[in-house]
């Protein structure tokens, strides 16, 4: 395949929001939860004592700046209440209270600064990844970017080309419904697109403001499991044909898995109040499978390998430490132990979504590697979708 990566550039949210905070502005909100007793618990099997966020916490918990009385004007109201008898001084009282009522943001008000945001770290990370690649904004030939999380139209990509600026001539190539996965099937469609040119520059950028799935008013268990899961953080790198002196790793071959029937598992919902990411129970053993599968490929892509084939490095974002734990009790025999290292110290601060396997990559690259270090780079996706990719590094 021959693809080359130059070092990426990871820029994490910088608004730190402790897990403390979170379980105090739930108890406010919500003191008589059915799991509220059960709540530490839960924040403490994650293992993630705090997290990065383009926005403050403020950001996601405060009220709506309009009425909590949801009409243009209180006309409405009041011609009903004077209808159902009441008289003046309670139909005044009534609308006085229903205007008091705080409510929850808008989809405007959650997605319009997170999407700001967005934009703004995408370009930071950007610039940065060209600046590790010796490269100017025109020698960009192809732009992949994903934003799950604040869909917009335009989107990252022409948000990009503007801002970098990237020449006219650019192929832009907007993947916005990838989610967890875009880091991985990135490096994979930017290792087919070198392969046909291998003098073509691919950017690849992710940002995903993950955060604005944090909704207040959601008084379920699994909405209490994202309000502590994600993280914001925006990602890019450099994909290149020939190496370079920047190239750090070369990707030798891509595999893809999708398990048709599994939609429900996991999803984003647009409601009043903005986005909702929804899981299902389900969702973990349903990841497992393709996790068994890519384990599979590995083992017939080197059946007829001299020596036995491990990886050195295995830099996975399955979405969850559960299935992390499923990944090392599942590993082919005569796998060494530690392979997953980077991966649990990534999650530490967060699941980063689509962001993750390439701040993992960062901070394995950062770690120091030596030159022939075999490395797997695996992500699963709702959908349920999944790409692995495999290389060396340099």
């Known amino acids: 395949m ?21 379980l105090a502005e739930v108890r406010d909100r919500q003191p008589r939860a059915p799991w509220l007793s059960r709540m530490d618990g839960i924040a403490a099997s994650t293992g993630i004592t705090s997290r990065g966020w383009m926005l403050p916490l403020e950001a996601a918990s405060a009220p709506s700046g309009g009425s909590g009385l949801r009409t243009p004007d209180a006309g409405a109201a009041r011609e009903a209440l004077i209808r159902g008898g009441f008289g003046d001084e309670e139909v005044n009282r009534a609308i006085t209270a229903l205007e008091a009522i ?11 600064p997170a999407w700001a945001a967005v934009q703004s770290y995408g370009e930071r990370a950007a610039r940065g990844a060209l600046g590790l690649a010796g490269l100017d ?3 960009v030939d192809c732009l992949i970017t994903s934003h799950s999380t604040t869909p917009a139209l335009p989107g990252l990509d022409l948000a990009l080309l503007n801002r970098l600026p990237l020449r006219r001539d650019v192929l832009l190539l907007p993947a916005t419904q990838w989610a967890c996965i875009a880091g991985t099937r990135s490096l994979a469609l930017a290792a087919d697109l ?27 268990l699994e909405s209490l499991i994202v309000r502590l899961l994600f993280a914001d953080t925006a990602v890019a790198v450099v994909v290149t044909g020939r190496p370079g002196p920047e190239s750090v790793l070369r990707l030798d071959a891509v595999w893809h898995h999708t398990l048709p029937g599994t939609m429900d598992l996991h999803r984003l919902e647009t409601r009043t109040d903005g986005t909702h990411f929804v899981m299902d129970r389900r969702g973990p053993r349903a990841v497992q499978e393709t996790v068994a599968a890519m384990w599979t490929w590995l083992r017939a892509r080197h059946q007829d390998d001299r020596q036995p084939w491990h ?17 090392e009790q599942t590993m082919p025999d005569g796998w060494p132990p530690g ?11 967060g ?16 770690a120091g590697q030596k030159s022939g270090s075999r490395t797997v780079l695996y992500a699963a996706a709702p959908g349920l979708t999944a790409t692995a990719v495999e290389g060396e590094w340099l």
């Open 2 to 22: 021959g693809a080359y990566l130059c070092p990426p550039v990871v820029v994490q949210g910088e608004h730190v929001v402790q897990t403390g905070q979170i």
């Open 137 to 139: 904004a025109a020698d």
């Open 351 to 366: 699941n980063r979504g689509g962001a993750a396997v390439l701040d993992i990559l960062g901070r394995a690259h950062e």
């Open 194 to 220: 070198v392969a046909r040119d291998p003098d073509r520059v691919v950017l690849v950028v992710i940002a995903e403001a993950l955060s604005t799935t944090y909704q207040p008013a959601d008084d379920t």
């Open 311 to 327: 990886p050195d490095l295995l830099l996975a974002h399955p979405g969850g430490t559960r299935v992390l734990e499923y990944m």
């Open 102 to 112: 705080p409510a929850p943001q808008t989809v405007q008000e959650r997605t319009a």
């Open 339 to 349: 392979l997953l290292s980077y991966s649990r110290d990534s999650y530490t601060t």
